[in-house]
């Protein structure tokens, strides 16, 4: 099944945590063809593909949060210096909200400021 299937079917059964949102979300920038976005997520963060598809059903750890977040920012870099359309930011607040909280004022105006 496809990334984007999955996505759908699971947020119309109402099955997708915000957090597994989040890391759909991250593999889906980190290939826009869908097929190898987890691959992509388990090499940043030096763990097996297995791993990161339990991740869908569990909590990502935090301590591989951050690692995700650099590998979005920097293909997002990639994309707007090609010219394409930039994908929403996921960050460590998004794909861990209990852990790491509401993210900063100043880190949400700066989005908000890079998306309008």
Request: charged share 30%; with cysteine.
């Amino acid at each position: 099944m496809r990334l984007k299937e999955f996505l759908l079917y699971h947020a119309a059964m109402g099955r997708l945590s915000p957090s597994a949102a989040a890391l759909a979300r991250a593999a889906e920038i980190l290939d826009p063809e869908g097929r190898k976005g987890r691959y992509k997520i388990a090499d940043v963060c030096d763990v097996g593909y297995g791993a990161v598809t339990q991740w869908f059903r569990v909590r990502i750890p935090p301590e591989h949060c951050r690692a995700i977040e650099a590998a979005v920012d920097q293909k997002r870099s990639e994309m707007a210096a090609a010219g394409l359309e930039v994908p929403e930011r996921v960050t460590r607040y998004n794909l861990r909200p209990d852990v790491f909280g509401e993210p900063p004022e100043g880190e949400m105006a700066a989005e908000q400021a890079v998306a309008g």
